[in-house]
């Protein structure tokens, strides 16, 4: 039951040599899982879910998918090895049409099979057979992500990797977009996601870890992570009342 | 006023149009100006040459086919020709290109390919002198077509393999596999990589692609006029005014753009005066820009 898909372990990873953002993360990810890693901003989230697909130069530690290393594969090499990436923003290509999107996502296929998957798509994601014409550029946000993730499944990945999904979307998308998820969820993908909307993620989320100054500092279910007292201190960045911090409020000073 | 103005405007639109492609695939997909793109124009120009040199050397002298002033000889040569210039492309790219492509500011590789334009051209002067020559000296009889226009049969067959091209490169970068991926590349580098597009394959296409119609439009030249180590040279401003009137990215804003340069071009010849060929063009080109500053076929940037 529980077998692991993803490993990444000991991994340091950043921009700049010598100047690590991601500090030591060691997460692991089960087959058929929802994993959502949280953290304040600026914990190295999205650098640390980019290194892992192979966006940001990883100077320590290792990535294994199904077993196989697949540490600092390049991009385009991840999504041959099983691992599908979706980016925050930028995640489709805006002046070609819905179809062509998926299209282009089909390269790494065998040629016959494409159809088949650009359809078995559209059976999935409804709204976007309803747009098929449509450039990608003039799709509603909610559209636009769904048409990303579906991008991202077509090649029938091991793992599906996104960073802060419901990023920009309004309120009604970004249940849409968790929704969709789940959904995903159940049809058999493992799926690890960055996310800032806590609340949402760890409602659809089996686990999550906390991600603190590059390193995770938290795991835990996701069911009770949310009314974990550390889950407000790491995450929200909030200490629990220290001793002296009645004197505070009495100066006024305390936040 | 003889309406002549237009077969020639086609015909230098042409070129310019065929040279354009190859400028604005560069532009939006290897994201830097190459400056040696007339370069390779000639150098496939002398290519070609070379090659029909070779054959009558082999072959001794072919008949050309009625009513064309030339023969099977030529067309094995274009393709030789076409071929060589890829290579070079690709050579240049490997040994120059792709490292200043590395850099963050584009004016790096601008500056880099004006450095290789010179040396491809003097290295074409050396090689050659610059002394004009011709793929033949016969003379060609023009027909009349009506409305005063006169054409020759040289003039027709060239202007049906400009479309066959452009129609041709159009088909691939729209309905291929490997043309979505060069839209890819131009329109989200990062994300094609993620979706599992080989960069490295859709720049070497990119540059086959560019070189080939650049050596298409450099034989053209040296079949209609004649051949000089600076032809693609000279071509250059009009190429790149071309590219950027029809939209940069755009193949079919590009060959547009080059037959209203060729046109305008032609027509001012004819009705204000030779010395005025270029200045019109470049009148017409701001204009466009001042009214649609994005070109013909060009995409808002997000």
Known sequence: ?255 | MSLQFVVDGLLTGSMIGLGAIGVTLTYSILRFSNFAHGDFMAWGTYATLTVVGAIAAMFGKVAPIAPLSFGWPLIVALVVGAAFTALLALLLDKVLFSRLRKQEQAIIAVMGSFGASMALRSLLEFIFTSRPTYFSRAIQIAMPVGFGIRITPDQIALLILTAALVLAVHLLTTRTQTGRSMQAMSQNPALARIAGIDVASVVRVTWVIGAALACVAGVMIGVLVQIRPLMGFDMLLPMFAAAILGGIGSIPGAVLGGLIIGLAEAGAVQLIGAEWRAAVSFIILMAVLIVRPIGLFGVRER
């Open chain 1, 1 to 255: 039951m529980n077998e692991t898909v993803l490993v990444v372990s000991d991994l340091e990873a950043g921009y700049e040599p010598g100047v690590p953002i991601v500090r030591g993360a060691s997460i692991t990810v089960n087959k058929g899982e929802i994993v959502v890693v949280l953290g304040p901003n600026g914990a190295g989230k999205s650098s640390l879910i980019k290194a892992v697909a192979g966006l940001v130069p990883i100077s320590r530690g290792k990535v294994l998918l199904d077993g196989q290393d697949i540490t600092a594969a390049p991009a385009h090499i991840m999504i041959r090895l099983g691992l599908a990436f979706v980016p925050q923003t930028e995640n489709v290509f805006p002046r070609m049409s819905v179809e062509d999107n998926l299209k282009v996502a089909c390269g790494i296929l065998e040629r016959r099979l494409a159809p088949a998957r650009i359809e078995e798509m559209y059976a999935a994601f409804p709204d976007l057979l309803r747009q098929r014409r449509t450039r990608a550029g003039n799709l509603s946000g909610g559209q636009r992500q769904m048409l990303a993730v579906a991008r991202a499944l077509i090649v029938h990945p091991k793992v599906l990797v996104l960073d802060e999904p419901s990023a920009g979307l309004s309120p009604k998308f970004v249940s849409m977009v968790f929704e969709m998820l789940s959904d995903i969820r159940k049809s058999g993908v493992t799926i690890l996601l960055v996310e800032q909307n806590a609340k949402a993620a760890l409602a659809i989320g089996d686990r999550a870890y906390v991600l603190v100054e590059g390193k995770e500092r938290h795991e835990a279910a996701a069911s009770t992570l949310w009314d974990d007292p550390v889950i407000a201190e790491l995450y929200l960045g909030q200490r629990p009342l220290r001793k002296d911090s009645a004197r505070h409020t009495e100066t006024g000073g305390a936040a």
